[in-house]
């Protein structure tokens, strides 16, 4: 069985243009979650989606977005980038979210410049 | 809100002996997952172990074991018999059951040959 796959991984962007970061989850998986990893802060919610809808929510500003396709694929869009925003984005899925584990891709890496 | 707490940034091991990673996390509810996850060079999360609140009984999975006290709101995760191959960063996360998975900022475990 596939794993999580995440594309591209690795992105550079200059501040002011928008990104758009995609994830493919495990075959019937209906839930994927977004984090954003960096050294200070470790890993930090973003949203989560289930079934088309997002279901969670972390505290992002609304720069940071992200949709759920029927087939369960997930993007992220962050737009207006900043250089706060380079990090390790990580997908990870699930049957039902929530406190099930989590099966994560290998991450974009974000570079704003 | 919740919480996760891993108070050691480092550790380091000598091949063959025993390392004990610490996790004390802080919630109100009563039934919960913990896990403790494994993010090596090639940054995919892998999980290495999980723990349901509701079982007294420590969670182990060969080599890795937990010391889950409920009541201390501790989970400590201890790795027998370190191996070269262990090395890595370990966060421990929290799950509500319905809700999404804290981390903690993680401790980076080195293998001393």
């Known amino acids: 069985k596939a794993g999580v796959t995440q594309t591209p991984r690795y992105l550079i962007k200059t501040r002011g243009q928008q990104v758009t970061l995609s994830c493919s989850p495990i075959s019937g998986h209906r839930s994927v979650s977004w984090y954003q990893q960096t050294p200070g802060q470790g890993l930090q919610f973003l949203f989560e989606?289930?079934?088309?809808?997002?279901?969670n929510k972390g505290n992002f500003p609304g720069r940071f977005s992200g949709r759920q396709f029927s087939n369960s694929r997930s993007e992220m869009n962050v737009s207006t980038l900043e250089l706060g925003d380079s990090a390790l984005y990580l997908c990870?899925?699930?049957?039902?979210?929530?406190?099930?584990?989590?099966?994560f891709g290998n991450g974009t890496r974000l570079t704003v410049t | 809100a919740q919480t996760v707490t891993q108070s050691q940034p480092e550790m380091s091991v000598q091949e063959a002996e025993t390392v004990t990673l610490s996790c004390t996390y802080d919630t109100s509810e009563s039934d919960y997952y913990l896990f403790w996850y494994k993010q090596p060079p090639s940054r995919q999360m892998i999980l290495v172990i999980r723990q349901e609140a509701y079982k007294q009984q420590n969670a182990t999975e060969n080599r890795f074991s937990v010391n889950f006290q409920k009541a201390a709101k501790s989970f400590s995760l201890k790795i027998s018999d370190s191996q070269l191959g262990d090395a890595a960063m370990y966060f421990c996360?929290?799950?509500?059951?319905?809700?999404?998975?804290?981390f903690g900022k993680g401790t980076r475990l080195h293998i001393l040959p």
């Open positions: 989606y289930f079934s088309e809808t997002q279901r």
């Open positions: 990870a899925s699930s049957f039902t979210g929530g406190g099930v584990p989590l099966h």
């Open positions: 996360a929290y799950g509500p059951g319905d809700d999404k998975i804290i």
